[in-house]
Protein backbone atom coordinates (compact mmCIF):
# COMPACT_ATOMS: atom_id res chain seq x y z
CA UNK A 1 0.00 0.00 0.00
CA UNK A 2 2.98 2.05 -1.28
CA UNK A 3 0.85 6.02 -0.87
CA UNK A 4 2.29 9.29 0.03
CA UNK A 5 -0.95 10.76 1.73
CA UNK A 6 -1.53 9.78 5.18
CA UNK A 7 -3.70 7.48 6.14
CA UNK A 8 -7.39 7.82 7.39
CA UNK A 9 -9.57 6.47 10.08
CA UNK A 10 -12.53 7.38 8.15
CA UNK A 11 -12.11 5.32 5.13
CA UNK A 12 -13.26 1.94 7.38
CA UNK A 13 -16.70 3.68 7.64
CA UNK A 14 -18.90 4.28 10.29
CA UNK A 15 -20.97 2.61 12.74
CA UNK A 16 -23.50 4.03 15.85
CA UNK A 17 -23.46 2.79 19.48
CA UNK A 18 -26.22 2.92 21.63
CA UNK A 19 -28.24 4.58 18.79
CA UNK A 20 -26.74 8.51 19.16
CA UNK A 21 -23.24 7.93 19.26
CA UNK A 22 -21.50 7.47 16.09
CA UNK A 23 -17.87 6.47 15.36
CA UNK A 24 -15.52 5.38 12.79
CA UNK A 25 -14.94 1.92 12.52
CA UNK A 26 -10.63 1.87 13.18
CA UNK A 27 -9.98 2.61 16.84
CA UNK A 28 -7.23 2.66 18.73
CA UNK A 29 -6.61 -0.30 21.56
CA UNK A 30 -4.48 2.01 24.03
CA UNK A 31 -3.19 -1.07 25.85
CA UNK A 32 0.09 -1.07 24.86
CA UNK A 33 1.31 2.61 25.92
CA UNK A 34 2.21 0.77 29.23
CA UNK A 35 5.46 -0.61 30.16
CA UNK A 36 5.81 -4.28 29.96
CA UNK A 37 3.61 -6.67 30.51
CA UNK A 38 1.07 -4.33 30.64
CA UNK A 39 2.95 -3.12 33.88
CA UNK A 40 3.61 0.57 34.90
CA UNK A 41 5.03 3.61 32.57
CA UNK A 42 6.58 2.72 29.02
CA UNK A 43 10.45 3.83 29.00
CA UNK A 44 9.68 7.03 26.46
CA UNK A 45 6.11 8.54 27.74
CA UNK A 46 6.53 10.88 25.46
CA UNK A 47 6.90 8.72 22.45
CA UNK A 48 3.84 7.24 23.63
CA UNK A 49 1.80 10.34 23.69
CA UNK A 50 2.74 10.79 20.37
CA UNK A 51 0.95 7.81 19.00
CA UNK A 52 -1.88 9.16 20.93
CA UNK A 53 -2.11 12.51 19.04
CA UNK A 54 -0.96 10.74 15.77
CA UNK A 55 -4.15 8.38 16.11
CA UNK A 56 -6.52 11.76 16.36
CA UNK A 57 -4.95 12.89 13.57
CA UNK A 58 -5.41 10.24 11.58
CA UNK A 59 -8.98 10.56 11.91
CA UNK A 60 -9.45 7.81 14.69
CA UNK A 61 -12.28 8.69 17.41
CA UNK A 62 -12.69 5.79 19.44
CA UNK A 63 -9.86 5.20 22.22
CA UNK A 64 -10.33 1.87 23.81
CA UNK A 65 -8.63 1.77 27.43
CA UNK A 66 -8.73 0.43 30.70
CA UNK A 67 -8.03 1.23 34.24
CA UNK A 68 -6.12 -1.85 34.39
CA UNK A 69 -3.54 -1.31 31.93
CA UNK A 70 -0.69 0.17 33.90
CA UNK A 71 -2.80 -0.11 35.99
CA UNK A 72 -3.95 3.32 35.89
CA UNK A 73 -0.80 4.63 33.27
CA UNK A 74 -2.78 4.23 29.81
CA UNK A 75 -5.57 6.80 31.13
CA UNK A 76 -3.50 9.35 32.64
CA UNK A 77 -1.57 9.54 29.35
CA UNK A 78 -4.45 9.90 27.26
CA UNK A 79 -5.23 13.34 29.29
CA UNK A 80 -1.98 14.74 29.19
CA UNK A 81 -1.73 13.79 25.63
CA UNK A 82 -5.31 14.92 24.30
CA UNK A 83 -7.24 16.96 27.84
CA UNK A 84 -8.90 19.23 26.28
CA UNK A 85 -10.66 16.43 24.04
CA UNK A 86 -11.35 17.03 20.42
CA UNK A 87 -15.33 17.55 19.58
CA UNK A 88 -16.19 13.67 18.88
CA UNK A 89 -13.48 11.85 20.48
CA UNK A 90 -14.73 8.43 21.95
CA UNK A 91 -12.97 7.51 25.14
CA UNK A 92 -14.15 3.86 26.15
CA UNK A 93 -12.33 2.47 29.62
CA UNK A 94 -13.21 -0.71 31.74
CA UNK A 95 -13.39 -1.79 34.90
CA UNK A 96 -13.64 -5.37 37.34
CA UNK A 97 -9.89 -6.46 36.84
CA UNK A 98 -7.29 -5.55 39.71
CA UNK A 99 -2.88 -6.33 38.86
CA UNK A 100 -0.78 -8.06 41.24
CA UNK A 101 2.04 -7.55 38.83
CA UNK A 102 3.06 -7.70 34.77
CA UNK A 103 0.67 -10.05 33.21
CA UNK A 104 -1.02 -10.67 35.97
CA UNK A 105 -5.36 -10.21 36.56
CA UNK A 106 -7.49 -10.94 38.92
CA UNK A 107 -11.43 -10.26 38.00
CA UNK A 108 -13.36 -8.34 40.85
CA UNK A 109 -16.72 -7.23 40.04
CA UNK A 110 -18.10 -6.17 43.37
CA UNK A 111 -20.26 -2.80 43.25
CA UNK A 112 -17.72 -1.22 45.90
CA UNK A 113 -14.66 -1.82 43.64
CA UNK A 114 -16.75 -1.28 40.44
CA UNK A 115 -18.19 2.60 42.19
CA UNK A 116 -14.51 3.00 43.43
CA UNK A 117 -12.74 2.24 39.58
CA UNK A 118 -15.31 4.33 37.49
CA UNK A 119 -14.72 7.53 40.02
CA UNK A 120 -10.85 6.77 39.49
CA UNK A 121 -11.36 6.67 35.76
CA UNK A 122 -13.24 10.03 35.37
CA UNK A 123 -10.45 11.40 37.51
CA UNK A 124 -8.00 10.26 35.71
CA UNK A 125 -9.33 11.00 31.90
CA UNK A 126 -10.42 14.62 33.56
CA UNK A 127 -14.05 13.78 32.40
CA UNK A 128 -17.83 13.96 34.34
CA UNK A 129 -19.02 11.40 32.25
CA UNK A 130 -17.72 8.08 30.53
CA UNK A 131 -19.31 7.64 26.94
CA UNK A 132 -18.74 3.84 27.02
CA UNK A 133 -17.84 2.11 30.33
CA UNK A 134 -17.15 -1.90 29.77
CA UNK A 135 -17.06 -4.22 32.34
CA UNK A 136 -14.02 -5.68 31.86
CA UNK A 137 -14.63 -9.29 32.74
CA UNK A 138 -17.20 -11.42 34.60
CA UNK A 139 -16.26 -12.31 38.33
CA UNK A 140 -16.74 -16.24 38.87
CA UNK A 141 -17.52 -14.80 43.10
CA UNK A 142 -20.02 -11.49 41.90
CA UNK A 143 -23.43 -12.93 40.08
CA UNK A 144 -23.39 -10.98 36.87
CA UNK A 145 -26.76 -9.44 37.71
CA UNK A 146 -25.23 -7.64 41.11
CA UNK A 147 -21.91 -5.88 38.92
CA UNK A 148 -24.14 -5.25 36.19
CA UNK A 149 -26.63 -3.80 38.17
CA UNK A 150 -23.93 -1.22 39.93
CA UNK A 151 -23.11 -0.18 36.18
CA UNK A 152 -27.09 0.65 35.42
CA UNK A 153 -26.87 2.34 38.68
CA UNK A 154 -23.84 4.78 38.06
CA UNK A 155 -25.49 5.56 34.56
CA UNK A 156 -28.83 6.68 36.14
CA UNK A 157 -26.06 8.94 38.41
CA UNK A 158 -25.13 10.39 34.69
CA UNK A 159 -21.43 8.92 35.14
CA UNK A 160 -21.73 6.35 32.05
CA UNK A 161 -23.16 7.27 28.90
CA UNK A 162 -23.50 3.91 27.55
CA UNK A 163 -22.68 0.50 28.98
CA UNK A 164 -20.52 -2.59 27.45
CA UNK A 165 -19.18 -6.17 28.40
CA UNK A 166 -15.91 -8.16 27.96
CA UNK A 167 -15.23 -11.19 28.29
CA UNK A 168 -18.23 -12.83 27.95
CA UNK A 169 -19.38 -16.03 26.11
CA UNK A 170 -23.31 -16.07 25.01
CA UNK A 171 -25.14 -17.04 28.17
CA UNK A 172 -23.33 -14.15 29.71
CA UNK A 173 -24.45 -12.14 27.14
CA UNK A 174 -28.07 -13.04 27.61
CA UNK A 175 -27.82 -12.16 30.78
CA UNK A 176 -25.94 -8.91 30.98
CA UNK A 177 -28.99 -7.26 27.98
CA UNK A 178 -31.62 -8.47 30.49
CA UNK A 179 -29.62 -6.30 33.12
CA UNK A 180 -29.04 -3.92 31.45
CA UNK A 181 -28.78 -1.36 27.76
CA UNK A 182 -25.61 -3.08 26.64
CA UNK A 183 -24.27 -1.26 23.54
CA UNK A 184 -21.12 -3.15 22.91
CA UNK A 185 -19.26 -6.50 23.30
CA UNK A 186 -15.22 -6.12 23.21
CA UNK A 187 -13.94 -9.94 23.08
CA UNK A 188 -10.68 -11.57 21.81
CA UNK A 189 -11.41 -12.27 17.95
CA UNK A 190 -8.74 -12.29 15.01
CA UNK A 191 -8.33 -14.78 12.01
CA UNK A 192 -6.24 -17.39 14.11
CA UNK A 193 -8.91 -17.20 17.04
CA UNK A 194 -12.21 -17.05 16.15
CA UNK A 195 -13.67 -19.30 18.96
CA UNK A 196 -15.74 -15.88 19.56
CA UNK A 197 -17.58 -15.75 16.28
CA UNK A 198 -20.99 -16.98 17.85
CA UNK A 199 -21.05 -13.72 20.83
CA UNK A 200 -19.73 -11.81 17.33
CA UNK A 201 -23.37 -13.49 15.59
CA UNK A 202 -25.25 -12.47 18.66
CA UNK A 203 -24.45 -8.87 18.15
CA UNK A 204 -25.42 -9.37 14.95
CA UNK A 205 -28.58 -10.12 15.82
CA UNK A 206 -29.20 -7.41 18.44
CA UNK A 207 -27.49 -4.66 17.17
CA UNK A 208 -24.58 -4.46 19.37
CA UNK A 209 -21.08 -3.48 18.41
CA UNK A 210 -18.46 -6.10 18.55
CA UNK A 211 -14.98 -4.94 19.44
CA UNK A 212 -12.44 -7.59 18.60
CA UNK A 213 -9.30 -7.28 21.16
CA UNK A 214 -6.00 -8.80 20.14
CA UNK A 215 -7.24 -7.90 16.62
CA UNK A 216 -3.04 -9.14 14.99
CA UNK A 217 -2.77 -12.00 16.95
CA UNK A 218 0.51 -9.87 17.97
CA UNK A 219 3.12 -11.04 15.87
CA UNK A 220 2.17 -14.43 14.31
CA UNK A 221 -0.08 -13.59 11.32
CA UNK A 222 2.88 -12.09 10.08
CA UNK A 223 4.95 -15.10 10.60
CA UNK A 224 5.51 -17.82 7.46
CA UNK A 225 3.15 -18.17 4.58
CA UNK A 226 -0.24 -18.99 3.87
CA UNK A 227 -3.41 -17.29 2.99
CA UNK A 228 -2.70 -14.49 4.57
CA UNK A 229 1.02 -13.53 3.44
CA UNK A 230 -0.49 -14.59 -0.23
CA UNK A 231 -3.72 -11.93 0.39
CA UNK A 232 -0.66 -9.58 1.38
CA UNK A 233 1.78 -10.23 -1.68
CA UNK A 234 -1.31 -9.01 -3.90
CA UNK A 235 -2.45 -6.19 -2.34
CA UNK A 236 0.97 -4.80 -1.89
CA UNK A 237 -0.27 -4.53 2.00
CA UNK A 238 1.30 -6.40 5.06
CA UNK A 239 -0.49 -9.51 7.16
CA UNK A 240 -1.43 -7.12 9.35
CA UNK A 241 -3.22 -4.58 7.19
CA UNK A 242 -4.95 -8.12 5.61
CA UNK A 243 -6.00 -9.17 9.25
CA UNK A 244 -7.94 -5.75 9.82
CA UNK A 245 -8.89 -5.81 6.41
CA UNK A 246 -10.46 -9.38 7.57
CA UNK A 247 -12.34 -7.92 10.40
CA UNK A 248 -13.94 -5.10 8.90
CA UNK A 249 -15.10 -7.19 6.10
CA UNK A 250 -16.16 -10.06 8.47
CA UNK A 251 -19.56 -7.82 9.73
CA UNK A 252 -20.71 -4.78 9.42
CA UNK A 253 -20.83 -4.78 13.81
CA UNK A 254 -16.72 -4.59 13.90
CA UNK A 255 -14.77 -1.83 15.02
CA UNK A 256 -11.24 -3.20 15.04
CA UNK A 257 -8.96 -1.35 18.21
CA UNK A 258 -5.32 -2.61 16.91
CA UNK A 259 -3.00 -0.81 19.53
CA UNK A 260 1.07 -0.52 19.33
CA UNK A 261 3.44 2.00 20.90
CA UNK A 262 4.44 2.70 17.38
CA UNK A 263 4.04 5.72 15.28
CA UNK A 264 4.59 3.86 12.01
CA UNK A 265 2.67 1.05 13.24
CA UNK A 266 -0.26 2.86 13.80
CA UNK A 267 -0.36 4.42 10.33
CA UNK A 268 0.14 1.04 9.10
CA UNK A 269 -2.86 0.01 11.04
CA UNK A 270 -5.11 2.71 10.15
CA UNK A 271 -4.00 2.39 6.59
CA UNK A 272 -5.69 -0.84 6.23
CA UNK A 273 -9.26 0.96 6.68
CA UNK A 274 -8.53 1.12 2.92
CA UNK A 275 -7.88 -2.15 1.64
CA UNK A 276 -10.63 -3.63 -0.21
CA UNK A 277 -10.52 -7.44 -0.19
CA UNK A 278 -11.82 -9.31 -3.20
CA UNK A 279 -14.62 -12.75 -2.78
CA UNK A 280 -11.42 -14.65 -3.88
CA UNK A 281 -9.16 -13.26 -1.12
CA UNK A 282 -12.11 -13.82 1.33
CA UNK A 283 -12.95 -16.88 0.45
CA UNK A 284 -9.59 -17.61 1.15
CA UNK A 285 -9.02 -16.38 4.23
CA UNK A 286 -12.48 -17.73 5.65
CA UNK A 287 -11.69 -21.35 4.80
CA UNK A 288 -7.85 -21.75 4.64
CA UNK A 289 -5.96 -22.14 8.45
CA UNK A 290 -3.91 -19.11 8.99
Known amino acids: MSDDRDPSAAEAGTLTLGGDLEVRRMGFGAMRVTGEGIWGPPEDEAE???????AVELGVDF???????????????????????????????KGGLTRSGPDEWHPDGRPEHLREALEGSLRRLKLERIDLYQFHRPDPDVPLEESLGCLVELREQGKIRHIGVSNVDVGQLETAVRVADVVSVQNRYNLRDRDAGDVLEACEDRGLAFLPWFPLAAGPLAEGEGPVAEVARELDATPAQVALAWLLERSPVTLPIPGTSSVEHLEENVAAGGLELSREQLEALEGAPV
Open 63 to 93: IDTADAYGPDVSERLIAEALHPYPEGLVIAT
Open 48 to 54: AKRVLRR
